[in-house]
């Protein structure tokens, strides 16, 4: 619980407000509203040791660490 607390106190840091900050689907948790191109090279290291991963088709960040039980 506490790696996924981090891993959102850091995308908040970058969010631009979309009307739904995650989304759930086939085992994937997304986030939504974060671009990685706004992010430092210090937090995008963060999230990624956090076990998310950019999408570069989707243009998101993806985690199936915390999308499924």
Do not use: N
Not at 12 to 31: Q, S
Not at 59 to 68: L, P, V
Request: charged share 20%.
């Amino acid at each position: 619980m506490q790696d996924l607390i981090k891993a959102l106190q850091i995308f908040a840091k970058y969010y631009t407000g979309t009307r739904w900050p995650t989304h759930c689907a086939h085992e994937m948790l997304v986030i939504c509203g974060v671009s990685k191109d706004t992010m430092t090279a210090e937090d995008i290291a963060a999230v990624e040791a956090l076990s998310f991963f950019w999408d570069e088709c989707e243009e998101c960040w993806y985690s199936f660490r915390f999308g499924s039980a």
